[in-house]
């Protein structure tokens, strides 16, 4: 139901924008995040967004470097990542969660509905 793309290889220093669709998910309802993966650790939280969008969520590894924003009358979530590093390099999944917005939006198991993922690649 959700799916992310913009993805690709880039050097490092570069800017990439990731977007989220959804097809029979009206996100408006929704907390909407994004996380990211690396071969053989454990799915982490980047951001997350409020329903509104009127707050968002950053993990201390990418506040300040990624933007997270969203559009609901286009269904879309997005993440701007922006002065890209080695160490961003990952499969970035969109996230859909059903939760009431608190103080730390960012546990995984509480996100009900997942994408693909897009994979990054930053070259140094």
């Known amino acids: 139901q959700l799916q992310a793309s913009g993805g690709g290889l880039v050097q490092a220093g570069a800017s990439l924008r990731l977007s989220c669709t959804t097809s029979?998910?009206?996100?408006?309802?929704?907390?909407m995040g994004w996380f990211r993966q690396t071969p053989g650790k454990e799915r982490e939280f980047v951001a997350a967004?409020?329903?509104?969008?009127?707050?968002?969520y950053y993990a201390d590894s990418v506040k300040g470097q990624f933007t997270i924003s969203r559009e609901n009358a286009k269904n879309t979530v997005y993440l701007q990542m922006n002065s890209l590093k080695p160490e961003d390099t990952a499969v970035y999944y969109c996230?859909?969660?059903?939760?009431?917005?608190?103080?730390?939006?960012?546990?995984?198991?509480?996100?009900?509905?997942w994408g693909q993922g897009t994979q990054v690649t930053v070259s140094s």
């Open positions: 996230a859909a969660s059903t939760l009431i917005w608190g103080a730390r939006p960012d546990n995984l198991n509480e996100f009900n509905y």
């Open positions: 029979g998910l009206r996100i408006s309802g929704y907390i």
């Open positions: 967004i409020h329903r509104g969008g009127a707050s968002a």
